[in-house]
């Protein structure tokens, strides 16, 4: 298997297992407890109260099916198959659990607790698919098709919306699982952002060596990363140094940081995080 198609593999691999964490904690923990936070999920928990011959991860089925259909509908064959196979397989999931697992109450009398699971896990999930520009469907669609046809602010209308579900449950399952709705919506908004942030971090290296013969083999043979080599000058010594540029994840910043200390002691390493890293190897510009 070549790299690229490895690359696709992992791709695939870790889109099924964000939907798969995110299934986990709407199902075990959000629908038992009623807590309605917005997007699909949020809608079909309060549909679920009002038409009780179906389930809220029927209603799930039936919502994103629909948005699929819609998808295609509007954007043709360009619409995203990483959607259709998220959104697919969510739905799947949870008709499976229904089947196999059903719960009638929450697993735990700790609501608090069970909210943060509730918000935690598919923040998680949401952020390994955002993260791989992709996404599980849902009003996410309904956000596509605004943004073709319209000059909205989509982030503003999709906070409205979510805002809207939330509150419905106020009117559905009464004031605190209302507020604990809220607070969800809150803390999803904010974990989401972290998440993402901690999955994208990189270790940017600024190496100043008199030996960069060794540190270039290891990054370029092992790493199989690229770098830049600066030339540079001791202010003190006025001896020539060289300077390595490289970006690494969080893994190979241990490998390269333990090789320079074995091979080169002397060396001055500069290591900082960034998110944003753009270019070959890492995000593409677009």
Same mark, same amino acid.
């Not at 659990?97 to 196999?100: I, Q, W």
């Not at 020539?240 to 390595?244: E, H, P, W, Y």
């Given at each position: 298997m070549t790299r690229k198609q490895w690359g696709t593999v992992k791709e695939w691999l870790l889109i099924t297992a964000g939907i798969a964490i995110m299934t %986990?904690?709407?199902? =075990?923990?959000?629908?038992?407890n009623h807590f309605s936070t917005g997007g699909v999920t949020g809608i079909s928990i309060v549909l679920g109260h009002y038409f009780p011959g179906m389930t809220p991860g029927t209603f799930v089925t039936v919502i994103n099916v629909a948005l699929l259909a819609l998808g295609f509908a509007v954007f043709g064959r360009?619409?995203?198959v990483r959607t259709v196979y998220a959104s697919l397989l969510m739905s799947g999931l949870l008709d499976l659990?229904?089947?196999?697992c059903p719960l009638e109450a929450p697993?735990?009398?700790q609501p608090l607790m069970e909210l943060l699971f509730a918000v935690g896990l598919p923040a998680v999930g949401?952020?390994? %698919? =955002?993260? %791989?520009d992709a996404s599980s469907g849902g009003t996410d669609i309904i956000a596509m098709i605004l943004r073709k046809y319209t000059s909205l602010n989509i982030g503003m209308a999709l906070l409205i919306s979510d805002t809207v579900i939330t509150l419905s449950a106020c009117v559905a399952f009464g004031m605190e699982t209302g507020l604990f709705s809220v607070l969800g919506l809150v803390i999803k908004a904010l974990f989401v952002d972290m998440v993402m942030d901690? %999955?994208?971090v990189k270790k940017c290296f600024q190496i100043i060596t008199s030996r960069p013969e060794p540190i270039e083999d290891f990054i370029t043979r092992s790493l199989h990363r690229g770098a830049t080599q600066l030339h540079g000058e001791g202010v003190y010594t006025h001896e020539?140094?060289?300077?390595?540029l490289t970006v690494v994840n969080r893994h190979e910043a241990v490998l390269l940081r333990n090789f320079i200390r074995q091979n080169d002691p002397t060396a001055f390493l500069i290591i900082t995080s960034s998110t944003e890293i753009i270019g070959n190897g890492f995000r593409g510009v677009t």
């Open positions: %986990l904690g709407i199902y =075990f923990f959000k629908f038992p360009s619409f995203g659990l229904e089947a196999v697993m735990t009398s949401s952020a390994i %698919l =955002f993260n %791989l901690n %999955l994208r020539g140094k060289t300077v390595l």
